[in-house]
């Protein structure tokens, strides 16, 4: 693939529980039907959460992996001439004691500055990804991100920003053993208020998990990237029956999506009942396109160097 190096692109680097995500990016011609195009994304399923939610920490065989590919992906940012990045962190860095002594590692070893964000941070990122084209006005609308480590919502009503919360409830963690009563209980009974005081609620889903599962129901609308809640309850439950082999090698799953799969249909299923929906709206935006806009928005009237940037020399 020949790369432009005339266009100005934006990179985001997403550390997540289950993989370590780079996302480039590319900003359009003015006349272009969308703001910017998708130029090279790459995802490495590094597991830190299988360290960080059940010994409390990342191994150091973890953590060399993860600063060999923080050195990869620098160089790859150089090749696309990228302007600007931000690198983020989020469930098992947080998790994890000796989360901030790898941050600081990297940046001594690699150059590159990582955040470690909170779930809040997290969830207006994501919700920021001018997401707001999806609503229609007098509706209400929850946004649901499931990852490794946690899952994040946003409630939106007639277009406001109502409430973001992150819960410890993510597909790693939950393979782990790792998810607490109070947790669950916690969102159930947010789940059970949203639904009381702002039925009827649409859900729209986010992460790799649901995008892989819409495209896995046999019933979907795909013009409107709508996926029934009946649907994607049938596909839970023949991925559910098999083991993690045979889910690879039916529905043609890679190893590291075939077990958390399941957990993630789990947390959308129960979101969906709790909330009385019949479907699941599925873009395929996430915490990375939330990064990269939010850099642009930054960058737009000023020289294309952000406080979250590092140089990339």
């Known amino acids: 693939m020949m790369i432009n190096m005339k266009k100005v692109n934006y990179a985001a680097i997403d550390i997540g529980s289950n993989a370590v995500r780079l996302l480039i990016k590319c900003v359009n011609e003015e006349n272009a039907p969308e703001l910017m195009s998708k130029v090279q994304l790459i995802r490495i399923p590094l597991r830190l959460g299988e360290d960080a939610f059940t010994a409390g920490i990342i191994s150091a065989e973890k953590e060399k992996k993860l600063i060999r590919l923080m050195k ?27 989360g901030k002594a790898i941050v600081r590692q990297i940046a001594k070893k690699t150059g590159i500055r990582v955040d470690i964000i909170d779930g809040q941070e997290e969830a207006h990122i994501v919700y920021d990804n001018h ?39 993510g597909t790693v963690r939950m393979l782990s053993g790792m998810v607490k009563e109070e947790e669950k209980e916690a969102l159930r009974t947010d789940l059970i208020g949203i639904a009381t005081e702002y039925a009827p609620v649409s859900i729209i889903g986010s992460g790799g998990n649901i995008n892989k599962l819409f495209r896995l129901a046999d019933k979907k609308d795909k013009k409107a990237s709508l996926l029934p809640v009946e649907s994607l309850r049938e596909i839970y439950l023949a991925l559910q029956v098999l083991p993690a082999e045979q889910r690879i090698k039916q529905y043609k799953l890679k190893p590291d999506r075939a ?12 979101v969906a009942t709790y909330v009385k929906a019949t479907g699941i709206i599925v873009p395929t935006i996430g915490l990375s396109d939330g990064i990269i806009d939010s850099l642009y928005t930054q960058n737009m009237n000023v020289p294309p160097v952000s406080h979250n940037s590092t140089s990339l020399s």
């Open 72 to 98: 990869a992906y620098k160089q790859l940012m150089k090749i696309y001439d990228v302007v600007d990045y931000r690198a983020c962190a989020t469930s098992a860095m947080r998790d994890a004691r000796n």
């Open 131 to 169: 997401i707001e084209q999806l609503f229609a006005s007098g509706q209400n609308y929850l946004y649901v991100d499931v990852g490794g480590g946690s899952t994040e919502i946003n409630l939106i009503s007639n277009g406001e920003l109502k409430n973001s919360r992150s819960y410890n409830i």
């Open 259 to 270: 077990d958390v799969i399941v957990p993630a249909a789990e947390i959308f299923l129960e």
